[in-house]
């Protein structure tokens, strides 16, 4: 069984930071795409960004050039770092993984999600 355990939610002014973490646990041979994704309330969940395990990334319009992720594959860790943050920003923040089993087969796992808000 494998899990992802966020952290790093909270409470922010406008134009602050944010850093979030999400770190998988459990027995599975490696991990492939590593990202979050995010829902505000009355709205469809949405694409934040990507990672690959080799490093290639992609990110969502709405945070282009603001947002920046990164994994530490050793640790299965990705990180989000937000910075520019506006009230739209507002939402939980879900992490993501596509995991590759001990069985030899691949699966999505998604984590409890955290809260952020942004205070205008």
């Known amino acids: 069984q494998v899990q992802l355990v966020e952290s790093g939610g909270g409470l922010v002014q406008a134009g602050g930071s944010l850093r979030l973490s999400c770190a998988a646990s459990?027995?599975?041979?490696?991990?492939?795409?590593m990202g979050w994704y995010r829902q505000a309330p009355g709205k469809q969940r949405e694409l934040v960004a990507t990672?690959?395990?080799?490093?290639?990334?992609n990110y969502g319009d709405s945070v282009k050039g603001r947002f920046t992720i990164s994994r530490d594959n050793a640790k299965n860790t990705v990180y989000l770092q937000m910075n520019s943050l506006n009230p739209e920003d507002t939402a939980v923040y879900y992490c993501?993984?596509?995991?590759?089993?001990?069985?030899?087969?691949?699966?999505?796992?998604w984590g409890q999600g955290t809260l952020v808000t942004v205070s205008s």
């Open positions: 990672i690959t395990s080799g490093g290639s990334t």
């Open positions: 459990g027995s599975f041979r490696s991990i492939n795409t």
């Open positions: 993501n993984a596509e995991v590759y089993a001990l069985s030899l087969r691949y699966f999505e796992v």
